[in-house]
C-alpha cells in the first residue's frame, strides 16, 4: 500500500522560511509527477507547484521566486522549499503522487504564517 507523508511545516513569522518534506512508502515515485497543493480555511485546495520524473517543475504565479520543488529518487522524497512567506501562504499542505489509474495524497501538514 502507498502511503505519503508530510512533514515539517509549523508556525512562521512573515519573511521566514520552512521547509515541507513528503515521504513516499509502498512504491518507487522515481517515474510519477509530483505534486504539492494547499488548502486554506474556507478556499478550495490549490496546486502550488509540481515536479515530472525528469526535474520539470512547475509553480503557482502567487509562489514563484519563493517556492522551489524538488526531489530525490534515492530517498524517495519530494519537497518544497518555501522563502519570504506571506500571511496568505497559511494553509495546509498536501502532497500528492499522479499516477496513469489515479492519485495518492498524503495527510497535510499545517503551515501557519503570522504577521
Known amino acids: 500500500q502507498v502511503h505519503l507523508v508530510e512533514s515539517g511545516g509549523g508556525l512562521v513569522q512573515a519573511g521566514g522560511s520552512l521547509r515541507l518534506s513528503c515521504s513516499v512508502s509502498?512504491?518507487?515515485?522515481?517515474?510519477?509527477?509530483m505534486g504539492w497543493y494547499r488548502q486554506a480555511r474556507g478556499k478550495e485546495r490549490e496546486l502550488v507547484a509540481d515536479?515530472?520524473?525528469?526535474?520539470?517543475?512547475n509553480y503557482a504565479d502567487s509562489v514563484k521566486g519563493r517556492f522551489t520543488v524538488s526531489r530525490d529518487n534515492f530517498k524517495n522524497t519530494v519537497y518544497l522549499q518555501m522563502n519570504s512567506l506571506k500571511s496568505e501562504d497559511t494553509a495546509v499542505y498536501y502532497c500528492?503522487?499522479?499516477?496513469?489509474?489515479?492519485?495518492?495524497w498524503g495527510q497535510g501538514t499545517q503551515v501557519t504564517v503570522s504577521s
Open positions: 515536479i515530472t520524473s525528469g526535474g520539470s517543475t
Open positions: 500528492v503522487r499522479y499516477t496513469p489509474y489515479g492519485t495518492n
Open positions: 509502498g512504491t518507487m515515485f522515481s517515474s510519477n509527477t
